[in-house]
């Protein structure tokens, strides 16, 4: 389970930035399923490693906000245009969506070994 979600993961980036660059695709709310997916995807990952469902939530958390980071050093340092500066809002939202994304997948988990 935990090389498939590591493949996951790596295939979901990489969709989401294939389509972005294909379909000139700029809007913040394209990559909202994208926070939600991976979320899900690193809770089966985390929780493979780990076992425990509180570590797991405090790591997607973490992944999130270092996503974050990155995707402010990139605008910072490498893009440089206003168009694709970070904005609060879009920060919030995406950390909410791994959350969310994490509890559901943590959700599944549970149901699927209490069963």
Do not use: C
């Not at 990489?14 to 979320?39: D, E, M, W």
């Not at 690193?42 to 076992?51: D, N």
């Not at 270092?66 to 245009?81: G, R």
Request: glycine share 8%; proline share 2%.
């Amino acid at each position: 389970m935990r090389l498939s979600s590591l493949l996951g993961l790596a295939a979901l980036f990489s969709l989401s930035q294939v389509t972005a660059y294909l379909f000139k695709i700029t809007r913040n709310s394209f990559y909202s399923p994208f926070h939600f997916a991976g979320g899900f995807m690193l809770a089966f990952f985390y929780f493979g490693f780990l076992g425990n469902y509180l570590t797991v939530v405090f790591l997607i958390l973490i992944t999130g906000l270092l996503w974050e980071i990155y995707e402010y050093l990139l605008w910072k340092f490498i893009l440089k245009s206003a168009k694709f500066k970070p904005e609060r809002q879009d920060t919030i939202n995406d950390l909410l969506l791994d959350l969310m994304g994490g509890v559901a997948g943590l959700l599944i988990l549970y149901l699927r070994i209490s069963l």
